[in-house]
């Protein structure tokens, strides 16, 4: 996958629900198998897996009725829901830059033979085809996101912050807080209490995974080495009522 067109994406790409009902061609395919493979993972040592399942093994489609599914399996393990967050915004993105729609699936479940089929826990569903309505966005003013300073008090890395910014989330809940500064970004969540569990605050660390792998991305196209730590000590000012989730160190190169 090409990380610039990856990145470009960041600022077009929206959820697509309306699709062409034809099956994409086999070739096709077989690069999304490939690529699927090649993803890269936030924390290598959980295990994951992807099926491309179709429409009738999917149950639960509201006003989303595509081609094609992938269905994301992980191992449980500390911070999966955050790596596989991370790894399958990947696809939602190459998706973009291909041509092909694409939208994470919360509430859609794939059958019991499919989640039977994996010894892995099932995670999240993600729809793609071709798009029967418009595929990009032509300006950020086009995204229904919170202004970057509700969702962080850092100064001076704003272009950084501005992908983590776009991330699509559950319900758009967008439960990310940036803390920190341009060479240390730590990545907190809102809590998710039981009402807010019950309606897309299960998906608050797929959320965050999905803004980590935004920010790294960004921090790439700006030439910068980045390495991602998980360590609450290292921010002295967290932010209350927050969860820590991750630290972002920089290294500005130019
Ligand atoms: C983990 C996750 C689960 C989602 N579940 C659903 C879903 O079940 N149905 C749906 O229509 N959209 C779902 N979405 C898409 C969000 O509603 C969408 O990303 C958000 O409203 C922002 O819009 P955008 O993606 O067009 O920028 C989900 C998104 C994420 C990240």
């Keep these: 996958m090409n990380e610039t067109a990856l990145y470009d994406a960041i600022f077009k790409r929206k959820s697509i629900r309306d699709y062409d009902q034809t099956p994409i061609d086999s070739n096709r395919l077989e690069e999304i198998s490939r690529n699927l493979q090649s993803l890269k993972p936030l ?11 179709s429409p009738n093994q999917v149950t639960r489609k509201i006003n989303n009725n595509a081609p ?22 990947q696809m939602d993105l190459y998706f973009s830059t291909t041509g092909l729609g694409s939208c994470w699936l919360g509430i859609p479940q ?22 029967k309505e418009t595929l990009h966005r032509t300006s950020a003013s086009e995204f229904h996101r919170k202004p970057l300073s509700d969702i962080t008090n850092i100064e001076g890395a704003n272009d950084l912050l501005e992908a983590a910014r776009l991330a699509p989330s559950a319900v758009n809940l967008q439960n990310w807080y940036f803390t920190g500064n341009k060479n240390t970004i730590h990545a907190y969540s809102s809590k998710a209490g039981f009402l807010r569990s019950m309606v897309g605050g299960g998906h608050f660390p797929v959320n965050m995974g999905i803004a980590l792998y935004h920010l790294k991305l960004a921090t790439e196209h700006f030439g910068m080495k980045n390495k991602f730590i998980f360590d609450p000590s290292k ?3 967290p932010p209350k009522n927050l969860e820590y989730v991750a630290t972002l160190e920089i290294e500005q190169t130019s």
Excluded at 46 to 53: A, L, R
């Design 43 to 53: 924390l290598a040592d959980i295990k994951t897996e992807f099926k491309i399942i």
């Design 68 to 89: 094609h599914y992938i269905a994301a399996f992980s191992e449980a393990k500390d911070a999966y829901k955050i790596n596989m967050g991370f790894m399958l915004q």
């Design 110 to 131: 794939p059958t019991k033979e499919v989640k039977e089929s994996s010894n892995l826990e099932f995670i999240a569903l993600m729809s793609f085809g071709n798009p």
């Design 235 to 237: 921010d002295k000012s």
